[in-house]
């Protein structure tokens, strides 16, 4: 009995210690790259509506709010402040001048080319050391990592709803 509870608190132990890595990880590489980002003035929110816009240029703001999950006002706090930084431009759309095509400046692509150049220099730096096989099994793990907690997730709302 008593050396069940020892094992259980082991496992316990190794669980949470795995969940506190995994966050130590995540943690680590958002400070690493909002370091760099907070260089040239940009918050997370608008450095990701940057690089969709660099990945989807002239979209409107609607498709964009739509697209990324957010709510159109925060669209547009976070598109103003592109904007009025210069990274962002709006265009009249030649089939509805009621909407605008949302479009990167020459500063905005600057930063997407410099993002793109750094981001690539964190991950071969974070998997340093790895071969391809423990890369390939990596993905393959947080993949089924990501489907298991969207389960959760889908359940739990359900739970909520009833």
């Excluded at 009995?1 to 082991?10: D, L, Q, T, Y």
């Excluded at 489907?147 to 359900?158: A, D, G, H, M, V």
Aim: aromatic letters at 8%; glycine letters at 4%.
């Amino acid at each position: 009995m008593k050396e069940n509870r020892k094992a259980r608190r082991g496992e316990e132990a190794f669980w949470r210690d795995l969940t506190e890595n995994w966050m130590d990880v995540n943690h680590l590489h958002r400070t690493i790259l909002e370091r760099k980002l907070n260089q040239n003035g940009l918050y997370r929110s608008q450095h990701q509506l940057l690089m969709y816009i660099s990945d989807h240029p002239n979209q409107s703001q609607k498709e964009i709010a739509r697209l990324n999950r957010i709510s159109p006002a925060t669209a547009a706090v976070t598109l103003k402040k592109l904007e009025k930084g210069g990274y962002i431009h709006r265009v009249a759309d030649d089939r509805d001048n009621r909407c605008n095509q949302i479009c990167l400046t020459e500063k905005g692509k600057l930063v997407v080319e410099y993002s793109i150049r750094y981001f690539s220099q964190v991950q071969q730096r974070m998997f340093a050391g790895f071969t391809e096989e423990e890369r390939t099994r990596l993905t393959g793990d947080l993949e089924r990592i990501k489907k298991n907690l969207t389960e959760f997730l889908s359940e739990t709302e359900r739970e909520d709803i009833s």
